[in-house]
């Protein structure tokens, strides 16, 4: 009697990306996408933080997850000892795709468990690696390169030639979102917010120096400024509180520190206005997330987030990072939200043709799943494009 046999499974491993924030939300749907689609899914990573209860309920979904709970910081040294200690014992030669997420040594270690040829897959999810970077040793010896953006992916078909780049957005959440505030009075005093982690290259120090004198500004005042999320132990959050005091706008300023998913749609049911004025990015999606809600943006253009302002009349993306700029860009949306100009199911459907759960979700599906047929194509851009070509 012949055993009738299963179809075998793709195998992905997943390095890195065990990091709160955008990346978090990025690995969750992904890893659905992946099961989903059929697959096997192993995560691997020197460091996390992301809450137990977070990787208890991707284990539950059935990923498996080898990390330590420690190994950032001080503690990074042992960290990559569990991982020389323990992958060696708890993994295989035999995965068909190993997917290496952000800046990492460890990346080379994990390639090692693929299977013969099998084809391995970096992630740049900021800016594109400087020559003589870490990121860019890794990547010289990678097969393939996903890039968040089209200006960095045009930036990493320079820095590495002879391999295939392709871009693909971070996920974000699933779906459209009607989210309406009520208040649409002219006079209103608006709701402005700051979403995500605080940083200073996101200069959210430089936001609260400034609140008082936006007041005087043309349709900015009157104003409060909001800012959720958390500061990963950088001490700004009470720096922003302190600040906000010292310049006497502590009546116009609160910091409400860290926020999940469940709450954003509430959030930003109360929003007005959401506001990023980074020196440096990849693809915020914090932004992503307040247009899908139909809230508009005004940001720097660091990074990829120049390409939010393509044919969308509902953002400001200010050109280069300079903070003069951006003032002006928050005037011009003052002007615009006063007089009712932004249509937020307009910005919504922008949003979701370009970023939304089921076109990422089919791209990275290919990417994964078909790695040879989806990155046998070099699409490097010339110029920015209205969506990307399948």
Not at 106 to 122: G, Q
Not at 130 to 147: H, K, L, P, T, Y
Not at 325 to 333: A, D, R, W
Request: hydrophobic share 40%; charged share 20%.
């Amino acid at each position: 009697m012949v055993r009738k046999l299963g179809k075998v499974k793709k195998k992905v491993l997943i390095s890195g990306g065990l990091a709160v924030g955008g990346p978090q939300t990025h690995v969750c749907l992904l890893c659905k996408t992946l099961l989903n689609s059929g697959a096997e899914v192993t995560i691997v990573a020197a460091a996390t933080n992301w809450d137990a209860a977070s990787i208890s309920a991707l284990k539950d979904s059935g990923v498996r997850i080898i990390v330590p709970h420690f190994g950032f910081g001080k503690l990074g040294l042992l960290g990559k000892l569990f991982c020389f200690s323990v992958w060696p014992l708890l993994l295989r030669r035999d995965f068909d795709v190993v997917y290496c997420i952000g800046e990492g040594r460890m990346h080379l270690f994990a390639c090692m468990f693929r299977k013969r040829n099998a084809i391995r897959i970096y992630h740049e999810i900021a800016e594109c690696p400087i020559r003589n970077s870490v990121a860019e040793q890794v990547g010289q010896q990678m097969d393939a390169f996903v890039a968040n953006s089209y200006e960095v992916q045009k930036l990493m078909c320079q820095l590495f030639p002879s391999q295939p780049v392709r871009r693909i957005p971070f996920f974000t959440k699933a779906g459209l979102t009607t989210c309406l505030k009520m208040d649409k009075s002219p006079d209103r005093t608006l709701r402005v917010a700051y979403l995500g982690r605080l940083a200073t290259h996101k200069r959210p120090v430089e936001l609260v120096a400034a609140w008082r004198e936006f007041q005087q500004h043309d349709c900015l005042g009157p104003s409060e400024l909001h800012f959720y999320g958390g500061d990963c132990g950088s001490g700004l959050r009470s720096k922003l509180e302190s600040e906000a005091v010292k310049h006497g706008v502590g009546d116009l300023v609160r910091v409400h520190g860290v926020y999940n998913n469940a709450q954003l749609s509430e959030i930003l049911q109360e929003t007005d206005l959401v506001v990023l004025p980074s020196i440096y990015e990849g693809l915020p999606l914090v932004l992503v997330e307040a247009m899908s809600h139909g809230v508009p943006v005004v940001a720097t253009s660091a990074g990829g987030t120049g390409e939010f302002a393509f044919e969308n009349p509902d953002v400001e993306i200010t050109a280069g990072i300079g903070w003069p700029e951006f003032v002006v860009g928050l005037q011009t949306m003052g002007r615009k939200i006063r007089a009712g100009a932004i249509d937020a199911s307009r910005l919504r459907n922008w949003t979701e043709s370009r970023y939304g759960y089921e076109y990422v979700a089919r791209c990275w599906s290919q990417a994964m799943m078909q790695p040879e047929e989806f990155f046998s194509k070099k699409d490097c851009p010339s110029k920015m494009k209205s969506d990307d070509s399948e």
